[in-house]
């Protein structure tokens, strides 16, 4: 699961920065606006780039919806969660499986929050690949899928595998991690000539070999009605005082 992300990096930093072949520019840049948590259960903006333009950086709803649900996104997104996909049945999932042809994307992010239980406690975990340039954490690209549902919404969705061992101890309940995409294969990724058993390859083997580090944040997190979009939520903490 990914169910929220971080982004703190400013418009100039991420439009300097290359991203293996992929030389990025916001489409809207005026309207980027950095975050340290973002709860995909909003339904805020995540920043993606798509198939069909590899140049540019747009918005997107988190949370994918298909063409039958373009008329009234907010009733589809009561009856279904698509904040995810699972990697391994994106091609039989009608939510996912037109995407999944011909609607790839590559997600924005230098930071993603997991769930750790112990002792009957949900703890919060911020994930993040730290860097000489940015040890708090460096930007990366997740798999993902979008759909634009007119001229001015594009929706999307990141893609889930099974967690590798460090993030299955992390996730050490559903065991599943958000697939950030090593760098030599995102351009892959975006290939309208990828067959599927490619794509299928490609997901099963190509998670970065870059280190991750996670901390325990405040479980503060979870609690509503509060500004979690805040420097301290991404913040480490001693979990021993919270068991």
């Known amino acids: 699961m990914c169910y929220a992300t971080s982004l703190r990096k400013q418009r100039e930093a991420i439009e300097q920065k290359r991203f293996g072949n992929l030389k990025l520019r916001f489409k809207a840049p005026s309207e980027y606006r950095p975050y340290y948590h973002l709860n995909g259960f909003t339904h805020g903006k995540l920043y993606i780039i798509k198939m069909d333009e590899p140049e540019f950086i747009y918005p997107a709803i988190w949370g994918l919806v298909p063409h039958w649900g373009a008329h009234d996104p907010e009733t589809f997104f009561k009856k279904?969660?698509?904040?995810?996909?699972?990697?391994?049945?994106?091609?039989?999932?009608?939510?996912?499986?037109?995407?999944?042809?011909?609607?790839?994307?590559?997600v924005l992010a230098d930071g993603f929050f997991e769930p750790h239980h112990e002792n009957g406690v949900s703890m919060p975990y911020f994930c993040y690949q730290p860097s000489e340039v940015y040890p708090e954490g460096d930007l990366f690209l997740f798999a993902g899928l979008y759909n634009e549902l007119d001229d001015a919404r594009i929706t999307t969705t990141i893609?889930?595998?099974?967690?590798?061992?460090?993030?299955?101890?992390?996730?050490?309940?559903?065991?599943?991690?958000?697939?950030?995409?090593?760098?030599?294969?995102?351009?892959?990724?975006?290939?309208?000539?990828?067959?599927?058993?490619?794509?299928?390859?490609?997901?099963?083997?190509?998670?970065?070999?870059?280190?991750?580090?996670?901390?325990?944040?405040?479980?503060?997190?979870?609690?509503?009605?509060?500004d979690t979009n805040t420097p301290e939520f991404v913040k480490a903490v001693d979990k021993g005082t919270l068991f």
Request: charged share 30%.
């Open 80 to 106: 279904s969660n698509t904040l995810n996909a699972r990697s391994e049945s994106i091609f039989e999932k009608a939510s996912f499986k037109d995407s999944a042809e011909d609607k790839r994307c590559l």
């Open 159 to 226: 893609l889930t595998v099974e967690a590798n061992a460090f993030f299955a101890e992390i996730h050490n309940k559903r065991k599943r991690m958000p697939l950030v995409l090593a760098e030599d294969l995102y351009e892959d990724w975006l290939d309208e000539g990828q067959s599927q058993p490619q794509l299928n390859e490609l997901m099963a083997t190509g998670f970065t070999t870059q280190e991750f580090q996670a901390h325990p944040v405040t479980r503060d997190l979870y609690k509503r009605g509060i």
